[in-house]
């Protein structure tokens, strides 16, 4: 009597659990969006889930997609910003961190 | 058999006329190969020829087992039967409901509101019955099961005209609403109120706090969007302002006014010209009177100099657009005294844009508009398969990934130094002075106002993302071309907000500027004075 029960509830989970991948088609798995910008900017996984970090709390799931397919100056100018910044930040801010701000020479 | 309910029992049934209820239904079992078939067929129209040869082989062996296991079929029709009516439920409510609401409820409401609805259900205290009298003319009895025979229509419509009617009342109806649901947009987007005043900088803040006070901001910045509505794509030097002729901003021949010095009516004034991005010209926000060239003339003025100058800033602009701009005045034949070149933030922002987001091939004189005109082009051109991709790199300073700081720091510095390059062989050429200045922005600017801070947010900042612009920033000047001025620290310990922006300022910023830019200028300008 217990097996089919658990074999219903198990179908039950696999049916809830497709339908929640469904749903979720429309966004971009940030994981994928990681290992995807690693590869195309060759840095470290690391440097990469710091740049995810940034986007995903930043960007739309649409918007999100269109950098992911045609980079992020595909999206309008105002919102270029967010995503420069964040590759700046998770690309160069450990090499930078020692440099002073301003030259102590000038102006 | 009557019984005292006065209906007559059916007998029950007996024997061999009794027909098995399951026998009939074992058709159902086939649902699933012919489902899998049907997925097989739409997979292949939507090209997807791999998909749509799995699931033919799916349906072969779903149906071998189907036909090989009594006990599988016997499950198939179980859960079959059991899906039927959750399905057939589901896709009825899907179909129907739209129906429903967007045909029949509008048509009950429009009949209740003409007093004619549908059901007789009010009540009425002096009714004496419910029952409806039937109309003279209509048969004793239905002549069809469930329907309601009053009818809208004459009696003797034949069937087709019928369809006819139904087909017309939906399409009347769905037309209506369309109607009326353009209409809504219409008068919702009529109604919106006039958009805010905006400025030049993506980042731009509503709140511009360096803005506060002046009573002619609001109608400067209302005047401002109509002016950059002007823009206008402009041969080999990617885009310029149409004439404007305002109250707050003036444009005429690609040159922003500027305050004439009385001085000039005296004496042959020095001509200077002023080339610079969006700063340079005064957007966000700087009356004509007020910008970084007008502002210098005054400073000329009170010692004695008659300056005329030319203010040829144009928003996004960077060097080597500017120095490719003043090519083409000098060839042309005109010639200033002194030209004066303001760049930096568009400079710098162009090489990330290139490195991180292949604006243009990197390394190489690009504007920040470039994609704007291949996305144009692209989708202007009859060709399938134009993109709005960069185009092959001159291999200039070829781009190497990972992209690092001296990448970047080399692309930008590189690039500003073959600007730098091409106007002083113009000036060479041509018989002018030349001077080359380094801008301060938000990356600079020291001790930052608390209303600047607080511009963070809209440009995409928080103080790591901050610190770490600010420190390319410093090795990028660092690095500097010799002969380039660096005044970034211009703006620095002013009090109150300045920046409205990354790197736009009100009119007292644009006054600092210029007197950074004066201390330098100041004996380019009293020789060539005194040369007159």
């Known amino acids: 009597m217990h097996a089919p029960r658990g074999r219903t509830l198990l179908g039950l989970l696999l049916f809830l659990a497709s339908a929640a991948a469904c749903g979720r088609g429309g966004g971009v798995d940030q994981r994928d969006f990681e290992r995807s910008l690693a590869e195309r900017e060759r840095i470290t996984s690391e440097q990469a889930r710091c740049v995810g970090r940034y986007v995903f709390a930043a960007y739309t799931d649409a918007e999100i997609r269109q950098i992911r397919a045609d980079g992020f100056t595909s999206l309008s100018s105002p919102r270029w910003a967010e995503y420069g910044h964040a590759m700046v930040t998770c690309l160069f801010h450990d090499e930078l961190a020692g440099e002073p701000l301003s030259d102590p020479a000038g102006p | 058999m009557t019984d005292r309910h006065g209906w007559a029992e059916v007998p029950a049934p007996t024997g061999p006329s009794v027909r098995r209820r399951s026998g009939g239904a074992g058709w159902r079992v086939l649902v699933g190969p012919v489902t899998l078939l049907g997925v097989a067929v739409v997979q292949r129209l939507t090209h997807h020829p791999r998909r749509a040869v799995m699931a033919v082989i799916a349906a072969a062996v779903l149906a071998l087992v189907l036909v090989a296991s009594r006990t599988a079929r016997r499950r198939l ?37 003409v007093g004619e609805p ?24 239905p002549t069809r099961m469930f329907a309601d025979e009053r009818g809208w229509h004459p009696a003797g419509f034949s069937p087709r005209q019928r369809r006819r009617l139904v087909l017309r009342t939906v399409v009347a109806v769905v037309a209506i609403e369309a109607m009326v649901a353009g209409g809504f947009l219409v008068v919702e987007r009529r109604s919106r109120a006039e958009p805010g005043p905006v400025g030049v900088s993506t980042m731009f803040t509503g709140e511009r706090a360096s803005l506060r006070g002046p009573t002619w901001v609001d109608d400067a910045l209302a005047e401002q969007r109509r002016l950059t509505a002007g823009i206008v794509y402009t041969s080999f030097t990617g885009a310029t302002l149409r004439d404007f002729d305002g109250r707050y901003f003036d444009v005429r021949g ?4 500027s305050y004439r ?67 083409l005045l000098v060839t042309g ?36 508009g470039s994609i704007d005109q291949r996305r144009a082009l692209a989708d202007r051109m009859e060709l399938p398969d134009a993109t709005a991709d960069p185009p092959s790199p001159l291999g200039l300073r070829p781009g190497t990934k990972p992209v690092t700081v001296d990448g970047v720091v080399g692309d930008a510095v590189g690039v500003y130094g073959q600007g730098i390059d091409l106007s002083r062989a113009l000036a060479d050429r041509h018989g002018f002075r030349l001077a080359h200045f380094w801008q301060p922005d938000l990356y600079t600017k020291r001790p930052l106002d608390p209303e600047e801070v607080a511009l963070f947010p809209a440009a995409g900042l928080d103080p790591v993302r901050y610190g770490t612009m600010a420190r390319l920033s410093a090795r990028v000047r660092r690095t500097l071309p010799p002969g380039v001025v660096d005044i970034s620290d211009a703006l620095d310990h002013l009090s109150g907000p300045i920046l409205s922006d ?3 300022t009100n009119e007292r910023g644009a006054r600092a500027v210029a007197e950074a830019m004066y201390r330098h200028l100041a004996p380019e300008l009293e020789s060539l004075s005194a040369a007159r």
């Open chain 2, 261 to 327: 010095s009385p001085l000039a009516a005296t004496r042959r004034p020095v001509e200077v010209w002023f080339f610079g991005g969006s700063t340079m010209f005064g957007f966000d926000l700087q009356r004509d009177e007020h910008t970084i060239p007008s502002e210098v003339v005054r400073l000329a003025e009170d010692r004695g100099i008659a300056i005329e100058a030319r203010n040829f800033g144009m928003a996004g602009y960077v060097n080597y657009q500017e120095a490719v701009l003043l090519s």
């Open chain 2, 118 to 141: 549908p059901l007789d259900l009010g009540h009425d205290p002096d009714r004496v019955s419910y029952w409806s009298v039937r109309a003279p003319g209509r048969p004793s009895r």
């Open chain 2, 333 to 368: 034949g005109e010639r200033p005294d002194l030209a004066v070149f303001y760049d930096g933030t568009n400079d710098l922002a162009m090489a990330l844009l290139d490195a991180f987001g292949e604006l243009n091939p990197r390394g190489e004189p690009g504007d920040l």
């Open chain 2, 77 to 113: 029709e179980d859960l079959v039967r059991r899906a039927t009516p959750v399905v057939a439920g589901g896709l009825g409510w899907l179909l129907l409901a739209p129906l429903y609401y967007l045909v029949v409820t509008p048509l009950g409401l429009l009949l209740r509101a």
């Open chain 2, 254 to 257: 690609r040159v922003r006014e």
């Open chain 2, 502 to 504: 990354n790197v736009h």
